[in-house]
């Protein structure tokens, strides 16, 4: 009897390896092929580095908890490909009248689509980042283990920047006056954002949940604790107990963890966080971080006291406005993107970056 196995194939290594191996017949790719309908000419053409992975992100989303329900749908957004389910429109935008020399200030997830996007349409598109690579806060990805679609994401975009021709400048922070003598017709800037410091007695003896990944090892056998349940907190928590070994505390303001995640997501993390052996508080505020652990009121008003070696926080980003208007108005065409905007998800800095450049004509 034919087996076709499908769900989570993202790139063809993957689906060599399957039927190589004897454990299916076909591979059946559904949302991958909303993430990149190219995924078999890109394979064909040796260009596998370049296909855009499903982030299994949820973009079926919300389903309905009663099954018997039958809600309108809304019409979704593909994370990684602008133009999902909105082909028509974007196959018969207006094309560039010109040739347009196009900026783009930023090199994470929004200024390398959009570099990308200006490129293929045939502008003269440079990269100003100013770290020593590209990505943005997607760097974090190199070192977390369940981040490896997120990980492909970004390299695929760094790998379609190069295919189209942008000129990468790294290292190069972008200042007005560089970009008053570089005179381009265009600047989209996506400068991103940056970690949101709560304003808690003794926060300096705490950092930012990202800065583990730098030195992973450090946590290792810890006591760790994060303050902020939302899904970057709880994803992070969960990377460092159930891969470094690390004892885990979370404490969360609102009433439920993982509360801006996806139910599909939710549902898949909650028990993983649960088995291993999170320590988990709702409804709580804090109230000091000192050298060994966290003072917090619980759910009841009670004081409590959280023990750490380590405490982190993670309570939203801001976005880096201050790069914003330093730099706006430097050329009658100028656009702010993604992060730098409002800080929010992949989805958005992909379609405003998109969007972004196909508006230069």
Sequence with gaps: MPVIAVGGFNQPDQIEEAIASGKCDFVAMGRQQFADPDFVNKTLMGKEDTIAPCLRCSCFNPLASDPGARPIPELWH????????????????????????VVVVGGGVSGMYAAVTAAERGHDVTLLEKENKLG??????EVDTDKESLLKFRDSLVARCKYAGVNIKLGTEA????????????????????????????????SHALEAYKDIEAIRGKKVVIIGGGAIGCESGYFFAS??????????????MAKDSFPSQRAALLPR???????????????????????FLDKDGNEQFAEADIVYYCCGNRSNDDVVKALEGVTPWFVTTGDAVKARTVKQ???????AAMDIL
């Design 243 to 256: 891969e470094c070994g690390a004892r885990v505390q979370i404490l969360e303001m609102r009433d439920e």
């Design 136 to 141: 943005g806060l997607l760097w974090f990805t």
């Design 175 to 206: 200042t007005r006056e560089m970009l008053e003598e570089m005179q381009p017709d265009a600047v989209i800037c996506a400068v991103g954002s940056h970690p949101f410091v709560p304003p808690i007695p003794g926060v300096e003896h705490a």
């Design 273 to 295: 966080m649960d088995k291993a052996g999170m320590i988990l508080n709702c409804s709580v505020t804090t109230k000091e971080i000192t050298e060994n652990g966290v003072k």
């Design 78 to 101: 593909c994370a990684v490909n602008p133009w999902g389910q909105r082909e028509l429109r974007w196959r018969n935008a207006p094309k560039p009248t010109g040739r347009r020399k």
């Design 349 to 355: 800095a992909t379609y405003e970056g998109f969007c």
